[in-house]
């Protein structure tokens, strides 16, 4: 049978999520773990065709994406990736969710809950919209500034609204962002929704910041936060923990895949909390087909991510094809005119630290190359080549590099 589709409910909170199915299951840990602990309900969006599904517990929602979009959906779901996708759509539905409940919670699926939301409760008595910063310290260390500056003051992973005039203006304004540059690209300053939010405080000062240690705890603030564990409970700072952000996470021995800083944290204690996650996972695995279905067009071809940027770059072009999963003529000839025909099945797996040293001898080479260029140019040149290298980067915005 099919799970329980979208419905209204006479509660004044409900908490949302935004996944594809292959991020289901750690969804389904997050409603879970949230009802436990706080008897709210979790609206989960799934971003991928409607397939057939378990029934699952009356606290849990499932809402298919194309029920509840906007009619440009399938032109958001081509130019963007899951990940992009997925975040541009928050503020669209927060706003959706907001006209039927008081109080409005999102949290991203690879969340787990521990305690209770008492201490946002309470700052939702005198702010309407809740926002939580990545670190709670004073950061002297420039390369910490540098990468908040690149990824943004404040982790989008959590956010709470009541319903509200302001709420609903500060949602307009964030759907407005995302529905045209919600990238990831932060090497031209842009992270997806997430970035828009660094610039929200100045224009709504009426935004409140949570900043109390036990919420949003993750790899990226163990520096400045100890967790503890005592009498089969997690401890923040002393505090009992409210919810852990597993983003990037790794197995039980792996809390996340990033290089992360232990601060004055144990092992032993983090292992433990990794193993909790981990085995909350497998018992709620659902054995479904993972592949993101807006990866495809509909004869089953690959949609590569430059044919994405390419699209996105020219998409005054094509504003008058509703699906373009259809592969239409016009779209089809500017594909082929560019090259951009995929090659392959696979999907882009992105070049990080961690494949740095499979990937050394192509590194070597582009020094190199770059050294060359320098050479032949010289320093004063090779200043603005670089500029222009960054430009063209952003695929996006390079629209000369397409024919049409």
């Known amino acids: 049978m099919k799970g329980e589709t979208n419905s209204i409910y006479k509660e004044s909170k ?7 199915l292959g991020y289901l299951e750690k969804a389904l840990v997050l409603a879970n773990s949230l009802h436990k602990t706080n008897q709210l309900k979790t609206n989960i969006f799934i971003f991928d065709e409607q397939i057939d599904l378990p029934i699952f517990e009356g606290h849990i929602i499932i809402t298919w994406i194309k029920e ?14 899951v990940i992009e996708l997925t975040t541009a759509y928050k503020p669209y539905l927060a706003k959706k969710l907001i006209q039927n409940y008081d109080q409005v919670f999102f949290f ?3 969340i787990m809950f521990f305690g209770s939301l008492k201490c946002i409760y309470e700052k939702l008595t005198t702010h309407d ?3 939580s910063p990545h670190l709670n310290s004073v950061q002297w260390d420039p390369s910490e500034n540098i990468h908040m500056q690149r990824f943004g003051f404040f982790n989008l992973g959590f956010f709470a609204l009541n319903k509200s005039d302001i709420s609903i203006s500060i949602l307009d304004w964030w759907w407005k962002q995302c529905q045209s540059h919600c990238f990831d690209e932060p090497h031209y300053g842009m992270f997806t ?6 610039l929200a405080p100045f224009y709504f000062p009426e935004i409140g910041v949570v900043n109390n240690s ?7 603030n163990l520096k400045e936060r100890v967790l503890t564990h005592k009498d089969d409970k997690f401890y923040v700072n002393g505090t009992p923990l409210m919810f852990f952000h597993f983003s990037s996470f790794g197995d039980r021995n792996t809390l996340s895949k990033r290089p992360y800083h232990l601060g004055y944290n144990k092992s032993k204690t983090l292992n433990k909390l990794a193993l909790l996650y981990e085995s909350n996972l497998d018992r709620l695995k659902v054995n479904i087909n993972t592949k993101y279905s807006f990866d495809y067009f509909n004869d089953g071809d690959y949609i590569n991510p430059v044919l994405r940027r390419a699209y996105a770059s020219c998409i005054e072009d094509f504003i008058e094809l509703s699906n373009p999963f259809s592969k239409p003529k016009k779209l089809n000839v500017f594909i082929s005119k560019n090259y951009l025909n995929s090659r392959s099945t696979v999907n882009l797996s992105h070049i990080g630290h961690q494949q740095r040293k499979d990937n050394l001898k ?3 080479f582009y020094s190199s190359l770059v050294r060359l260029v ?11 080549f670089n500029r222009l290298i960054t430009y063209s980067s952003s695929l996006i915005n390079f629209k000369e590099l397409w024919r049409k």
């Open 214 to 220: 036990e919420l949003n705890v993750a790899w990226w």
């Open 374 to 384: 320098l050479r032949i140019v010289g320093p004063n040149r090779f200043i603005a």
């Open 68 to 81: 509840v979009a906007s009619s440009d959906f399938l032109q958001h779901a081509f130019k963007y990736n």
């Open 129 to 131: 919209f809740l926002l």
């Open 362 to 364: 192509f590194i070597i």
């Open 14 to 20: 409900i908490a949302f999520t935004v996944c594809n």
């Open 193 to 198: 929704d997430q970035k828009w939010m660094s």
């Open 108 to 110: 991203d699926p690879d």
